[in-house]
């Protein structure tokens, strides 16, 4: 399920040109938080992850 997360944020990157000290802001996530969730390094919680795919659902 990380890979997945981890992909979902590169994917909304790339598709609105947000670096990880934009999107860690907007959605407010520490940046160290987002970068460890996409290297893989990161136990986050299933709120951490809904808050995330919610952000990404209401930005798109």
Same mark, same amino acid.
């Given at each position: 399920?990380?890979?997945?997360?981890?992909?979902?944020?590169?994917?909304?990157?790339?598709?609105? $040109?947000?670096? #990880?000290?934009?999107?860690?802001?907007?959605?407010?996530?520490?940046?160290?938080?987002?970068?460890?969730?996409?290297?893989?390094?990161? $136990?986050?919680?299933? #709120?951490?992850?809904?808050?995330?795919?919610?952000?990404?659902? #209401?930005?798109?």
């Amino acid at each position: 399920m990380q890979n997945k997360l981890a992909e979902l944020i590169i994917q909304y990157q790339k598709k609105t $040109n947000k670096n #990880d000290a934009q999107f860690a802001f907007e959605s407010h996530f520490t940046v160290e938080k987002i970068h460890n969730i996409k290297a893989g390094n990161s $136990n986050y919680t299933a #709120d951490e992850e809904r808050r995330i795919i919610q952000y990404i659902k #209401d930005h798109s």
